[in-house]
């Protein structure tokens, strides 16, 4: 009875008006589906950002600051993040993460924090920058539970002995006279990625990752061929307490 | 801290022990020990800041350099190539006197009497030391190539050393016109590298290139078959530069003769080679306070102990840098470099009994050959009884993406800032 009369109703309305009705329904469909889509393909592409940003509200900060709710926040306004001068000076000029402004940042990031200590390079991409702020402009607390818990940040077991070590600063500040020949101490990245201040579990999933080649570089991998599990914790600890 | 690192660090600090116990006479004997380091470029003024730094405060550091600022060799052909400007790579001072508190001294250091362990100036005057650090770089054997001298090289000059010299090289290079031909001789091995001049070559290539000077030649007489990075090069110069750079080694040229700077012409057995601009890049050697001081014995450089960089000749002696016999390591500021922190790291453990961590030591270095397309060639050293030995290298390859020299470009701008800011604070 009711589809009868349903299609009852369109038969009494202009051949026309039903189009419409039809065409708007359609659309909002697609737009839900391109939505999701865009939800979906940015989470895949965030996982360039992943090595250093965590989205877990439950989680703290990481090599970067957490980024949950990212939009609509003042730059440099995560608690207990140590930001670069680059950042807070763009931040007390009053730069707040619009997506316009996100978009901006992600195409080239020293073109808006010049001085950033991300060492990130930029997206090309129109449609990926997208998605990613898509992503992270829909992205809830829900959607991280169950795989945060699961992955870890990127496979947990890499460098597990390190990691369970106490590091000793002053073997760590003795080995890094090897690293600042090339990362500044005081934090700036000007081509080569700082590295000062990093939780140390990141640090030494990281050079692990040279070491193995998870992460590919030549000169990393030799620096990093002769670093044992207590020299790599050592080193995390005494960057780690760097730039505090 | 596990068992097997107990034990290193039981030996460590047994080796510190055995090293406070020989250091009290110097502790007894004034207020503070004394640092002298002789020398301001890439090995020098690490070497001083880092025992500055370190000490913090509990070693007089007095650091002799006539200059009063130092321009870098690394990056000196990207000013050629127009790349950086030349105060880009001219650094002062300053902060290692108002950061570390180190004394400068400009002035030319002129003997070192090892018995009563003091320096001579050239206004002379006497700097006395506990433990000297030398690090003078290089000085040219200009007649290795016959004809060529210090007055010579006003004329077509060598720019080995940074600083008037790369002024002047600049100078003739950018008043180079179509149709004209620069011609550089090349050093033989083992010479200072930066500045390299494979891509010394490249960048004039990129000058005469973007000036549309397209009849215009580079021609390099090499006294060696083959060179660090070839492969590299010639794929470069072919790509960018075709026709433009022409390589002779010695079984081409059969041998360099000598040069006639005032008509401009390099002979070899093969031919006369006419350059509007010469380049001339002779044989080198330590810097001459080295070898003065016997501290070479008859080498043309100084024997150090690769575990820390002492001199083999003088307990109380380190030599780095270019000046130093340091193995499978090349003569670049990025070796100076590491190999300042092991001498200042031994230097504060002779000093003060502060301990003393195993020698490490690593290289890399970049060149340009064009615009964004940078190559690089590293490795990584261990100490041996018998020399600093290379562990393990690595070489850009031929044929990589437009992205990867990029990166790697962009990589040694980086780098360039960081080791400044580690030799210079």
């Given at each position: 009875m009711h589809a009868f009369r349903s299609i009852g109703g369109f038969a009494l309305m202009g051949r026309t008006a039903a189009l419409a009705v039809f065409a708007v329904l359609f659309v909002c469909a697609d737009v839900r589906a391109s939505d999701e889509e865009a939800h979906v393909r940015g989470r895949e592409l965030f996982s360039k950002c992943e090595r250093c940003h965590e989205l877990n509200p439950e989680r703290g900060n990481r090599i970067g600051p957490n980024l949950f709710n990212v939009i609509g926040r003042p730059a440099a306004s995560v608690e207990g993040f140590g930001y670069s001068q680059g950042m807070r000076d763009v931040a007390s000029g009053g730069l707040v993460w619009t997506r316009e402004n996100l978009d901006r940042f992600l195409t080239d990031p020293r073109s808006v924090?010049?001085?950033?200590?991300?060492s990130f390079r930029g997206l090309d991409d129109d449609g990926e920058r997208a998605d990613i702020i898509a992503f992270l402009s829909t992205v809830k607390p829900d959607d991280f539970a169950a795989r945060s818990d699961a992955?870890?940040?990127?496979?947990?077991?890499?460098?597990a002995a390190a990691m369970s070590m106490q590091g000793d600063t002053a073997y760590g500040e003795y080995l890094s006279t090897e690293c600042v020949t090339c990362h500044q101490t005081s934090g700036a990245d000007e081509g080569i990625p700082a590295i000062v201040g990093w939780p140390e579990e990141d640090f030494i999933r990281a050079l692990f990752e040279y070491k193995s080649n998870v992460r590919n570089h030549p000169v990393m991998k030799l620096i990093t061929s002769n670093l044992g599990d207590e020299e790599i914790a050592s080193l995390a600890a005494y960057f780690s307490q760097l730039g505090q | 801290m596990n068992g097997l690192t107990r034990r290193r660090f039981a030996q460590l600090t047994l080796g510190t022990a055995v090293t406070t116990l020989a250091a009290p006479h110097i502790l007894r004997a004034q207020a503070k020990p004394r640092a002298v380091v002789i020398g301001g470029g890439a090995g020098g003024a690490t070497a001083a800041r880092y025992i500055a730094k370190d000490s913090e405060g509990a070693i007089d550091v007095t650091l002799i350099e006539p200059n009063k600022t130092f321009t870098t060799c690394f990056f000196s052909n990207l000013y050629l190539g127009g790349f950086r400007t030349f105060d880009s790579i001219t650094h002062s001072y300053s902060r290692l006197e108002s950061g570390y508190g180190i004394k400068i001294v400009h002035q030319m250091a002129t003997a070192i009497d090892r018995d009563a362990k003091e320096v001579m100036l050239a206004d002379g005057s006497k700097v006395p030391y506990d433990r000297l650090v030398v690090s003078p770089g290089i000085d040219l054997i200009y007649d290795s190539v016959p004809g060529y001298s210090q007055e010579a090289a006003q004329i077509a000059p060598h720019a080995w050393k940074a600083g008037p010299q790369t002024l002047l090289l600049k100078n003739k290079l950018d008043a180079v016109e179509n149709g004209q031909q620069i011609v550089m001789v090349a050093p033989p091995n083992?010479?200072?590298?930066?500045?390299g001049p494979y891509e010394r070559v490249s960048m004039m290539a990129h000058i005469l290139k973007s000036k549309g000077l397209t009849d215009a030649k580079i021609i390099v007489l090499d006294p060696k078959p083959k060179f660090s990075k070839q492969a590299l090069f010639q794929e470069g110069w072919m790509k960018y530069y075709p026709g433009m750079v022409e390589w002779f080694g010695p079984d081409v040229h059969g041998g360099i003769k000598g040069v006639d700077v005032a008509e401009g012409k390099v002979e070899t057995d093969l031919d006369i080679f006419e350059g509007a601009l010469l380049n001339i890049i002779p044989a080198q050697k330590a810097g001459a306070i080295v070898t003065d001081s016997g501290l070479a014995g008859d080498e043309k450089f100084c024997a150090i102990d690769?575990?820390?960089?002492?001199?083999r000749a003088d307990d109380n002696i380190y030599v780095i840098g270019d000046?130093?016999?340091?193995?499978?390591?090349?003569?670049?500021g990025f070796s100076a470099n590491s190999q300042a922190k092991v001498a200042a790291m031994s230097v504060r453990g002779d000093l003060m009994g502060s301990k003393v961590f195993p020698a490490r030591y690593s290289n890399t270095c970049w060149s340009l050959i064009e615009t964004d397309d940078g190559v690089k060639v590293g490795a990584q050293y261990q100490p041996t009884d018998e020399k600093i030995a290379s562990t393990s290298t690595f070489i850009s390859q031929t044929g990589e993406s437009e992205a990867v020299r990029k990166t790697t470009y962009e990589e040694s701008v980086g780098w360039y800032a960081g080791i400044t800011a580690d030799i210079f604070g």
């Open positions: 924090v010049r001085r950033t200590s991300m992955d870890g940040p990127a496979g947990a077991e890499i460098g | 083992p010479y200072r590298c930066p500045p690769p575990y820390t960089m002492r001199s000046a130093s016999i340091a193995g499978d390591m090349p003569k670049s």
